[in-house]
Structure formats: structure tokens, C-alpha cells
């Protein structure tokens, strides 16, 4: 069964700062990974995507997130932080042959001034 | 290109009532799955369509129920509501190559 594990539930940054969200997967074959965030009262927006090749790739708002097969991790990094990144943010793993996604429990980003 | 949209907003029910929850797909995907968000948590895997079949399914009782129309539009129908299956739902479609989903804002169900 594939599962997600954000081991960080709530992370508050400075504006301008650096951030890191972790994420560990768990998948008995090759897994799609993915990051989306979500806005209060809001659906999910898809920031970046991992399907193959290149093992850091990069997202919108200036995101970008490295994939570790030995570590079962991507986690995803922003090098400047702004006041409208604070959010909610999930990482997710899926099949290669399907769009089951399975989905961490997320990690809430304070962005303090 | 128009995006996933999903309606009602908002929705507020009793126990024991039943709700339909509506989806419109992202123009050429042929694919929609349904999530449960509870509050605080990630959303939850509950079904997939692919071309009006049903393509997989989660953790959820058979009192949730879905349909995919020739438009690739979709139903999420829930019977005998009950006070956990008060969440935010989100719709979820893709192109059925390999694409990332594209979710809606989701309807947000409260059953008192």
C-alpha cells in the first residue's frame, strides 16, 4: 500500500527566509509524486510534479522539490520565503498506471513579517 | 482553457438525508476522482471514473456513489448521511496520459 508521512505539522517562517517541507513516501514500485498547495477555503493547487528523469524539478511561485529513492523523500524548498506563501501543503504519491493519489496529512506554513 | 469547477459551495444536511455533489471536468480529461477532506487532515482517495466506468474505489461504504456522464462530467451521491461525513469534497480531473489531476474548490458539506 502506498502511503505519505509529512513529519512536520505546522513550520512558521520569516519573510525571506528559506523553507523546507519534508515528505516520505512509502511505494512498492516506481511512485508519481506530486505537491500541492491549498488556500484557506480553497482546493488543492499543484506546485510541482515528479514522474521521471531529472530528480530536482522545479514548480510555480519559485518552488522546487528533489527526489531521494534512497531516502523515499522529496521534500520541497523555497530559497525566499513571501507573506503569500502561508498555507497548507501536501505531498502525494500515486501509481505510474493510475491517479489514486495518496496524500500526506499536510504541513501548515505560517509566514511571519 | 476552463477549469475543474464543482457546485453546490457550501451544503448543510441532516442525518439520514441524502446529498448529490456535482463536478465538471477540466476541458479533454476523460478522468475525475473524488476525495473527502476532513478538517485538519489530507484528503482521503474515495473513487475514480474513467469513461462512465468506475476505476478504482477507497475505503468508503457503498452509501457513497458516483457517476461520470459522456461529457466527462460528474455526480459524488452520499445516502444516509451521517455526522462524519461532514468534510470538504474535492473533485479532481485528468487527461488519462500520465497528467498531474487538476482539483476544483471543492464543496463543503456540514451534516447536522
Known amino acids: 500500500a502506498q502511503s505519505v508521512t509529512q513529519p512536520d505539522i505546522h513550520i512558521t517562517v520569516s519573510e525571506g527566509a528559506s523553507l523546507e517541507l519534508r515528505c516520505n513516501y512509502s511505494?512498492?514500485?516506481?511512485?508519481?509524486l506530486f505537491w500541492y498547495v491549498q488556500s484557506p477555503g480553497q482546493g488543492l493547487q499543484l506546485l510541482l510534479k515528479?514522474?521521471?528523469?531529472?530528480?530536482l524539478v522545479q514548480g510555480i511561485k519559485g518552488f522546487e522539490a528533489e527526489f531521494k529513492r534512497s531516502q523515499s523523500s522529496f521534500n520541497l524548498r523555497k530559497p525566499s520565503v513571501h507573506w503569500s506563501d502561508a498555507a497548507e501543503y501536501f505531498c502525494a504519491v500515486g501509481a505510474m498506471d493510475d491517479y489514486k493519489l495518496s496524500f500526506g496529512a499536510g504541513t501548515t506554513v505560517t509566514v511571519r513579517a | 482553457e476552463t477549469g475543474v469547477t464543482q457546485s453546490p459551495t457550501h451544503l448543510i444536511k441532516t442525518r439520514g438525508q441524502q446529498v448529490t455533489l456535482r463536478c465538471s471536468s477540466q476541458s479533454g480529461h476523460n478522468t475525475v476522482s473524488w476525495y473527502q477532506q476532513a478538517l485538519g487532515q489530507g484528503p482521503q482517495f474515495i473513487f475514480q471514473y474513467y469513461r462512465e466506468e468506475e476505476n478504482g474505489r477507497g475505503n468508503f461504504p457503498p452509501r457513497f456513489s458516483g457517476l461520470q456522464f459522456p461529457n466527462y462530467s460528474s455526480e459524488l451521491n452520499v445516502n444516509a448521511l451521517e455526522l462524519d461525513d461532514s468534510a470538504l469534497y474535492l473533485c479532481?480531473?485528468?487527461?488519462?496520459?500520465?497528467?498531474?489531476?487538476?482539483f476544483g474548490d471543492g464543496t463543503r458539506l456540514s451534516i447536522l
Open positions: 515528479y514522474f521521471s528523469g531529472d530528480t
Open positions: 511505494y512498492g514500485a516506481t511512485p508519481y
Open positions: 479532481a480531473s485528468s487527461d488519462g496520459t500520465g497528467g498531474p489531476q487538476h
